[in-house]
């Protein structure tokens, strides 16, 4: 049971627009610390997506877009595409673990 | 080029021990912390740790604590992951990250390292 909740899988059609949901609570992102957002392709390594809430790293489409509110966040692809298709993992920082925490994952299917 | 090179493949018998390592180049490998994420076969990711090579302050997340070892060696860049005496539960590949300065995520990841303990 990760601390942060993700659904298991999400599906969308290419073009279309996906909200991946991450709730946590007022220990974590309800507290105030930031979220982030990592992208899985399969068989390789986590890669940053979203950093603190809504920023991009440089080289990511701006497709990809992150919000928060109280105790939840999100993360947004608009137009999907094909290569979109991969897990996605929200993280964000415990104060009752005192630790940094992940949700447990999002796998996108893009039909 | 900030990059994050870990060790291979390995292959243990239960009960044995193992230490899996992380190399960073181009970049203060001193001044950053390191963290270990273990992702157990078909499963998400779990925080295992962070290390700041500079001091070799390690802080471990309660569920891994006692059940690893995290170090580092400055003076080559390399920050270790090792177990005294693995369980077939151990089965899982590991990856090092580097926390981004002054932050609280991930902002590079070394390949992974695919830990199988079997009989």
């Known amino acids: 049971q990760s601390v942060l909740t993700q659904p298991p899988s999400m599906s969308g059609a290419p073009g279309q627009r996906v909200t991946i949901p991450c709730t946590g609570s007022s220990s974590n992102i309800g507290a105030g610390y930031y979220v982030h957002w990592y992208q899985q392709l399969p068989g390789t390594a986590p890669k940053l997506l979203i950093y603190g809430n809504t920023n991009r790293p440089s080289g990511v489409p701006d497709r990809f877009s992150g919000s928060k509110s109280g105790t939840s966040a999100s993360l947004a692809i608009t137009g999907l595409q094909a290569e979109d298709e991969a897990d996605y993992y929200c993280q964000s920082y415990d104060s009752s673990l005192s630790g940094w925490v992940f949700g447990g994952g999002t796998k996108l299917t893009v039909l | 080029e900030v990059q994050l090179v870990q060790s291979g493949a390995e292959v243990r018998k239960p009960g044995e021990s193992l230490r899996i390592s992380c190399k960073g180049s181009?970049?203060?490998?001193?001044?950053?912390?390191i963290a270990w994420v273990r992702q157990m076969p078909g499963k998400g990711l779990d925080w295992m740790g962070v290390?700041?090579?500079?001091?070799?302050?390690?802080t471990y997340s309660p569920s891994f604590q006692g059940q690893v070892t995290i170090s580092a060696d400055k003076s080559i860049n390399t920050a270790y992951l090792q177990w005294s005496s693995l369980k077939a539960s151990d089965t899982a590949v590991y990856y090092c990250?580097?926390?981004?300065?002054?932050?609280?995520?991930?902002?590079?990841w070394g390949q992974g390292s695919l830990v199988t303990v079997s009989s």
């Open positions: 181009g970049y203060s490998f001193t001044t950053h912390f």
């Open positions: 990250a580097r926390l981004a300065p002054n932050e609280r995520y991930l902002d590079y």
């Open positions: 290390i700041y090579p500079g001091d070799s302050d390690t």
